[in-house]
């Protein structure tokens, strides 16, 4: 790999993670000493990441992570919830029996909140290789990981997050998905991506790193 790509994929993951968190600000030098790297790589990266909308440039003062808007987290999830619901029915319809049976190992969850959000993150990038395309793949991936903060600043705010609920939903989609029933699984994850919204969203509002939508 580049070296510009080995930066630009550090800083996005320290970004999505929230080690480098929403509206912090940054300068190339502080960076380039960050990732033991010199500025133009670094520079490389934070083009590359205002054009994902994660970074803004602020003229003669540096860059800046973005916040996170309740307008963009609402339109990221409803992408999602359009894009992810084809990934399940492809693979339903193409993937081999192993691939849906491999599905069995994120039937279960014991860990932490951070062993949560990868687990998570693992289970739905599953889900979508196992479809086959790897154009829907890898735009439903780029979803999942750019969630990811907004899975950390909400549950930063819900008390006691227990994950129990939702891993028995992965439990329902999985079972639909190896009967290869496309309506009952279609129902479930248009479902389980619904519920998501409805627990990131009021949690986001309460969060001092969230910038409401403006009107146009």
Do not use: W
């Not at 909308?53 to 359009?82: E, W």
């Not at 998570?120 to 780029?142: T, V």
């Not at 969630?147 to 008390?159: K, Y």
């Amino acid at each position: 790999m580049l070296l510009r790509d080995n930066v630009y994929e550090s800083l996005r993951a320290d970004i999505l993670s929230c080690r480098l968190a929403p509206g912090d600000d940054m300068r190339e030098q502080e960076l380039a000493e960050r990732y033991a790297v010199s500025r133009q790589p670094v520079r490389e990266a934070l083009l590359r990441l205002e054009r994902e909308h994660l970074v803004t440039v602020q003229p003669r003062q540096g860059y800046r992570v973005n916040p996170i808007s309740l307008s963009d987290a609402r339109d990221l999830l409803r992408f999602r919830l359009a894009l992810e619901p084809a990934c399940v029915a492809e693979a339903i319809e193409h993937a081999p029996d192993k691939t849906l049976q491999a599905l069995d190992g994120f039937r279960s969850f014991a860990g932490n909140r951070e062993d949560f959000i990868t687990y998570n993150r693992a289970f739905h990038s599953a889900l979508a290789h196992a479809s086959g395309n790897r154009r829907m793949a890898g735009a439903l991936c780029d979803l999942i990981g750019q969630a990811d903060r907004l899975v950390r600043v909400s549950l930063a705010n819900v008390r006691d997050h227990d994950p129990t609920q939702l891993v028995a939903e992965h439990g329902e989609l999985i079972e639909a998905m190896q009967r290869r029933d496309r309506r009952r699984a279609a129902t479930l994850i248009k479902a389980h991506i619904q519920q998501t919204e409805k627990r990131v969203l009021p949690a986001l509002k309460r969060n001092a790193v969230i910038v409401e939508e403006k009107n146009t």
